[in-house]
């Protein structure tokens, strides 16, 4: 009996008409598509419990909306296009009242490469014990995308914030300045979120993100990916006051030479110390734990200077603190950096592991 099927069409010419066991397959439960689009009216649409769809073209929303309709038992939807077919209002698609209830769905991956597709699914499908939730896409209109993406996530924002409040760690990785991948990255059973987004600036980020969490009684943790230190974006993050950064990996290897002047010198970034209004010394991420700079082109002179910028000795701090000035010196740390047998290396090596602000240090590239 027919259970689960694999359609893959992309070396057929045209568009070929899908007829899979002339419509009727009623033991069918896991359906792949690949480049194919879909049957209307198709009987073999109807009792699935994983649905997966990808296409480079844009797909028609009602016939998307409908899987929902007919597979009640559906566990896992999964959608690759390039967007919807109809180009109904987005804003409209976003205050609609959810007209149809998913109960079984648990995973749900829509990654097209225009957004009003996520919010025509997400404003119209109520999904209550959904765990698992995957977007992705590329924004044009950057604030009335953002705003209606915002409307869209409403029933999956208490969600997130619960995520949030449990303690676990989010990720952010930076692969551009306008290419932001956000995750929460924690092992439980909770609720688990992936929004990867293109064409936005950092500081939209940032005011989607606020929203979206709204107010908590702490900062949640945040690990940063930066695959190059570009010098406005490390600036902008070492400002923020949402998460509290405890984890920072640089994943940049050998920048083209149009970006040199743009790249920050981290080691001399974190190392740099700030002075407030009260006299008050801190350093950018004053919370940081783990650095990775295992993929990174530095110096290991540079990072140990950074550490002696970074840490003052005790019968320092004890002195500034005697004439009134407050030293809030950050957490010791977890080094990485890369292997190397380069001459001389190796004093420097020992010299990282002695220094009284490194907790521990590891050679070699992470799993990040």
């Excluded at 809030?328 to 002695?354: C, H, M, S, W, Y």
Aim: proline share 5%.
């Amino acid at each position: 009996m027919l259970q689960s099927i694999e359609v893959n069409l992309s070396e057929f010419e045209g568009e070929p008409v899908l007829n899979i066991a002339a419509g009727v397959a009623k033991e069918l439960k896991h359906v792949t598509l690949e480049d194919a689009t879909l049957p209307e009216c198709s009987h073999f649409l109807h009792g699935l419990e994983t649905f997966s769809l990808t296409n480079n073209a844009s797909v028609p929303t009602r016939e998307i909306l409908n899987i929902f309709a007919q597979n009640p038992a559906l566990r896992r939807f999964e959608l690759l296009c390039e967007g919807a077919e109809d180009h109904s209002n987005p804003t409209a698609s976003a205050t609609q009242q959810l007209q149809r209830v998913a109960t079984s769905l648990e995973q749900v991956i829509i990654l097209p490469d225009l957004p009003p597709i996520i919010t025509q699914v997400l404003s119209q499908v109520s999904m209550p014990n959904c765990k698992y939730l995957e977007l992705a896409a590329t924004f044009t209109e950057v604030g009335d995308d953002l705003r209606v993406l915002d409307q869209a996530l409403a029933q999956f924002t208490p969600r997130i914030r619960e995520a949030l409040s449990l303690g676990g760690r989010t990720r952010l990785s930076v692969e551009s300045e306008y290419h932001y991948h956000w995750s929460n990255t924690s092992e439980d059973e909770g609720f688990q979120f992936s929004f990867e987004w293109t064409g936005i600036s950092l500081e939209s980020l940032r005011e989607w993100i606020r929203g979206l969490i709204g107010s908590v009684e702490s900062p949640p943790k945040l690990a940063i990916i930066l695959y190059t230190p570009l010098r406005d974006i490390v600036a902008a993050l070492g400002e923020w006051n949402e998460f509290d950064v405890t984890k920072l990996t640089i994943m940049w290897m050998d920048p083209s030479s149009e970006e040199m002047d743009e790249v920050v010198s981290l080691p001399g970034f974190l190392g740099d110390v700030m002075v407030d209004s009260i006299g008050a010394l801190s350093w950018r991420f004053p919370n940081l734990r783990e650095l990775d700079l295992s993929f990174a082109e530095y110096d290991l002179s540079e990072v140990f200077g950074m550490l002696n910028k970074r840490y003052l000795p005790d019968t320092y701090v004890r002195e500034m603190n005697g004439l009134g000035i407050p030293i809030q010196t950050p957490p010791r740390i977890d080094l990485r950096v890369q292997n190397t047998t380069e001459v001389g290396d190796a004093a420097l090596i020992t010299a990282l592991k002695r220094h009284w602000g490194v907790k521990s240090l590891q050679q070699g590239e992470s799993d990040t």
